[in-house]
Structure formats: structure tokens, C-alpha cells
């Protein structure tokens, strides 16, 4: 006969149970080890290690890694007890469309698509849920919230406050300042994608000027130089530009010229939409060469005129321009394109283009009164009219009178001589 004194020995969550076998006389006759293994319950909830806050660079591409996440379960390892799936359970601002997505096993937080855009929202808070059972209904969850900070590239093109500007100056006397222009700059304040580079390009042929940037206030500074004799000069007419600062982007990599100038019609019969208007790609400073492991995008595109290829950098419009619209300063339609590298975190680059649209006669002309009253003693209508297209498909026009429904005997005879935009006609 054998007896079983036990003795209980519990290793971890096992429990090792020693039979002793022993033979009348008391002599042992064998050692019997049992496992017992004691069942896990799912009875512990995953715990969130806490993550510092993120920050992300706007206009990153979708895929860019943006934090991880990573929570403990207390219940057995390699068991569906402490296998944890993470889901985005709230985006705060909701915003336009979820920006960023989780990956289910890992808790790797990426970017959805390049939409970012530190102008509009700079900051989002992230509810994360970590559950257990990877994620099956009746596991235990937790949550986690994460912040991601929305961080400034250099995407919004530098405005002046006015367009012109005049002022006077005392003869006899330099060494001044002359007036300051205020550069409006929507990039994050007091960096350098806020800073604005003044520049004088027309009118200051003897450098009677200087311009500088005040780094408090982001306003060019005019300074004048020279001692102006007041005959000799009595008007002088500056042309300028502002730049945003910054531009300095991927490891060495920048837009040169920082603004290109590309041409396109306004005419609706001309294939625009199919071909490339142009290609901007930033070079690499140190080989001279097309910049590498670098992806371009676009950046500010106030009428959402553009698509730029990824990795070309070739540039294309998906709408026939209008010369005419509000979003173009003098036929001249801004935007900007950035070059951001493959690094994490990535860096930009921005540069500018500059889209001439070429007038089409897509306006009809106008007259701006249809009906005029005359006196007896005074027989004369003047009939002006206006175009919005720019000039030969503008102004001059020629006038005729509709025999069809004119009654009286009428002549037309055009008039030249009145200081008026558009020449005038007399009957
Ligand atoms: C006890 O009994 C067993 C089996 O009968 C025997 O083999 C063993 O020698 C005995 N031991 C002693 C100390 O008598
Ligand atoms: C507008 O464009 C025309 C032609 O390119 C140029 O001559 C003129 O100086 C420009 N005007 C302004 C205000 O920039």
C-alpha cells in the first residue's frame, strides 16, 4: 500500500504537488511530482503606461509615426488574458475627418492622410482604448488619453497690409526712417516661417533706400540712405517683395529660384488639365542634384488650383484658371509647394509659385447704364462700357447702333479725348 502525505508547493501560477510512496517498513519507494497548473482568470484590466505628449509636423504625409502607445495586462502573458488591442475611441476636435489611426496590435499611432494643418488646428487629444481578449466583447478595457501638438512649416506666403504705400520725406536729411510696411504672415509667430524678408526690386537704382525686417514686429523697416535734392527726384516709385523666412528645409535641400514663375491660358479650349504645367523640385545644396529620399506636397492653395506629385515634384492644375478671380493678384495666382524628407521627424522645405494666367476673351463687354436721358437742347449720349479681361480682350470697343430698334436718325462717333479708363462714344 502506498500513502500520499503531500506536501504543496506552488511555483507562480503553477502548483507542484510531491507524492511520497513508501513501503510498510518505511522505506521510501518512490517520489511522485505532480503539476498543477492553476487556471488564469481574466480578472485584471490593462494598464496604460503613460505616454509624454506628441507633437507631429503639419502637412506630414499619411503613414508619418506619430506616438505609441503601450499598456501591461496583469493576467497571463501569451494568453488572450493580457492580449491587448488599441482602437481610437475619440479625435478631440472632431474636425473634418479623423486624422490619425492606431495600429490594433502595437498601439502605433500614424497619420491618416496630409491634412494637418497647424493654421486651422494645432492641438488634438486622442482617447485611446486598450482592451484585453484582443479586443473580443467582455474583455477589460482601459483608456488613455494622448495630446499631439500640430507643429509650424513654413506654408503661408507673407501679405503687406496695403498694396501701396506713399509717403514723404524731408530734403536735405538721411539717415532715417522713412515708413514701416507690416508683413501679415499666417506661420506661427515670432519664428522664422513668420519673419518676413523685405526687399526693394524696382526704383531704387542708387540705393537712396534700405529695407530691413524689425524682428519684434515683423515690419519692413524703409531707411533712407541718401540726402534726396528735392528737384531732382520729385516722386520715386519702389517695388518690393516679401518672403517668409525659413525655406532652410531637409538636410541641406531648398527650392531655388524660391519663386517660380509658370504660365498657363485662361482659355478653355487649351489642354491644361492634361499636361504638366511645370516642375519644381528642390535640389540638394551640396551636389547641386535633385534632392533625395525627400516627398513634395502642397502647401498653401487658397482656390485649391493644384495637384503635385509626390515624387516627381511635377505640377498640374485640376481646374481651368480664371484670370478674373479674387484669389489672383494682378493675373498672378500665389501657392506653395514643400519638400519634406523622409527623416522622423520629417523636415520641410517651401518654396513659391508663381502662376501667370495668360488673359482669354471670356468676359462680355458691359454697359454699366443702359438707359440715358437727354434734354432737348443738348442731343449727345455718352455710351461707355467695361471688360474684365485684360487688354486686347478688353478695351477698345466698337460701338454700333441696332437699326432694328432705333427710331430717329442717330449718329456714333467715338470720343478718345475724355480722361476716362475706356474710350468714350458720342452720338
Ligand atoms: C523495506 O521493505 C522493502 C520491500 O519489502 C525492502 O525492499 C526493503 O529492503 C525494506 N527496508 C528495510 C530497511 O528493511
Ligand atoms: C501687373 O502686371 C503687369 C504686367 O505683368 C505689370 O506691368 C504691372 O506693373 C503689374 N502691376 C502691379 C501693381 O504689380
Known amino acids: 500500500m502506498m500513502s500520499f502525505p503531500a506536501n504543496l508547493l506552488v511555483v507562480y501560477l503553477a502548483m507542484m504537488l510531491t507524492g511520497v510512496a513508501r513501503f510498510r517498513n518505511g522505506t521510501v519507494a518512490e517520489r511522485i511530482e505532480l503539476m498543477i497548473e492553476v487556471e488564469d482568470e481574466n480578472d485584471n484590466p490593462p494598464v496604460f503606461v503613460p505616454v509624454p505628449a506628441a507633437r507631429v509636423i503639419e502637412s506630414s504625409p499619411a503613414g508619418t509615426l506619430v506616438a505609441q502607445l503601450n499598456a501591461t495586462d496583469a493576467d497571463k502573458i501569451n494568453t488572450l488574458h493580457s492580449k491587448i488591442a488599441y482602437s481610437i475611441i475619440k479625435q478631440e476636435p472632431i474636425d473634418s475627418s479623423n486624422h490619425f489611426y492606431i495600429e490594433r496590435g502595437t ?4 497619420v491618416t492622410d496630409a491634412t494637418l494643418d497647424r493654421e486651422r488646428v494645432s492641438f488634438y487629444s486622442l482617447t485611446i482604448e486598450g482592451a484585453d481578449m484582443d479586443g473580443a466583447p467582455g474583455g477589460n478595457t482601459a483608456t488613455a488619453t494622448v495630446n499631439i501638438e500640430v507643429t509650424d512649416i513654413n506654408d503661408n506666403i507673407p ?14 536729411v538721411a539717415h532715417i526712417e522713412v515708413i514701416r510696411l507690416k508683413a501679415l504672415d499666417l506661420d506661427e509667430e515670432n519664428t522664422e516661417n513668420w519673419l518676413a524678408v523685405f526687399d526693394i526690386i524696382t526704383g531704387n537704382d542708387d540705393n537712396i533706400f534700405s529695407i530691413k525686417t524689425d524682428p519684434v514686429t515683423n515690419e519692413g523697416i524703409l531707411w533712407l540712405e541718401k540726402v534726396v535734392m528735392r528737384l531732382a527726384s520729385p516722386a520715386v516709385g519702389l517695388g518690393g ?3 517668409g523666412g525659413g525655406g532652410l528645409g531637409p538636410e541641406g535641400a531648398a527650392f531655388t529660384p524660391k519663386v517660380k514663375s509658370l504660365q498657363v491660358s485662361e482659355n478653355p479650349d487649351s489642354d491644361i488639365l492634361a499636361e504638366v504645367i511645370g516642375i519644381y523640385s528642390a535640389t540638394d545644396e551640396d551636389s547641386g542634384k535633385p534632392a533625395e529620399n525627400v516627398q513634395y506636397a502642397k502647401g498653401e492653395d487658397k482656390d485649391n488650383w493644384l495637384n503635385v506629385d509626390p ?46 494666367v495668360a488673359d482669354a476673351n471670356d468676359n462680355c463687354p458691359t454697359l454699366p447704364k443702359n438707359l440715358e436721358d437727354i434734354c432737348s437742347n443738348n442731343q449727345v449720349v ?4 467695361t471688360d ?8 477698345p470697343f466698337l460701338f454700333s447702333i441696332v437699326p432694328k430698334e432705333t427710331t430717329g436718325l442717330w449718329g456714333l462717333e467715338p470720343r478718345t479725348d475724355l480722361d476716362l479708363e475706356d474710350p468714350q462714344f458720342e452720338f
Open 159 to 172: 501679405t503687406l497690409e496695403e498694396d501701396e504705400y506713399s509717403c514723404s520725406i524731408v530734403e536735405n
Open 311 to 356: 515624387v516627381t515634384a511635377e505640377i498640374r492644375i485640376n481646374k481651368v484658371p480664371d484670370r478674373e478671380s479674387p484669389f489672383l493678384n494682378n493675373g498672378t495666382y500665389y501657392a506653395t509647394i514643400l519638400c519634406l524628407s523622409h527623416d522622423v521627424p520629417s523636415k520641410t522645405a517651401t518654396g513659391t509659385i508663381a502662376i501667370h
Open 241 to 243: 517683395t516679401t518672403e
Open 107 to 110: 498601439g502605433l499611432i500614424y
Open 382 to 385: 455718352i455710351v461707355t462700357a
Open 388 to 395: 474684365n479681361d485684360a487688354e486686347p480682350n478688353g478695351g
